[in-house]
Nanobody, 124 residues
Framework: QVQLVESGGGLVQAGGSLRLSCAASGRTFAINHMGWFRQAPEKEREFVAAVSWIGGSTTYADSVKGRFTISRDNAKNTGYLQMNRLKSEDTAIYYC?????????????????WGQGTQVTVSS
């Protein structure tokens, strides 16, 4: 099993920045991709970004390209989501997820482990 714990959420003004962290523990050798998803009130959970755990290649949703950066620190078993130029529509609960297969995925069904989520609120 892999446990994921997110941190770094909070309240920020539009145009500001936040950095989310996702600390992984347990069978971390099983992780090949880490992703971030978000769910706004009364909306479906949606893909935000993903990073390959070994090679570091990244994938982003169009809505966050150029504003968000996903990264990981293998030595610390931690993934990050740097969010800049935040907008009110970025307000959501952000979830970290980990995937075992070697191929990347943007669908939440492709992820095997999930964190509890962290709230991000952007005030306009």
């Amino acid at each position: 099993q892999v446990q994921l714990v997110e941190s770094g959420g909070g309240l920020v003004q539009a145009g500001g920045s936040l950095r989310l962290s996702c600390a992984a523990s347990g069978r971390t050798f099983a992780i090949n991709h880490m992703g971030w998803f978000r769910q706004a009130p009364e909306k479906e959970r949606e893909f935000v970004a993903a990073v390959s755990w070994i090679g570091g290649s990244t994938t982003y949703a169009d809505s966050v390209k150029g504003r968000f950066t996903i990264s990981r620190d293998n030595a610390k078993n931690t993934g990050y989501l740097q969010m800049n130029r935040l907008k009110s529509e970025d307000t959501a609960i952000y979830y970290c997820a980990a995937r075992r297969p070697f191929t990347p995925a943007t669908n939440e069904r492709g992820y095997d482990y999930w964190g509890q989520g962290t709230q991000v609120t952007v005030s306009s």
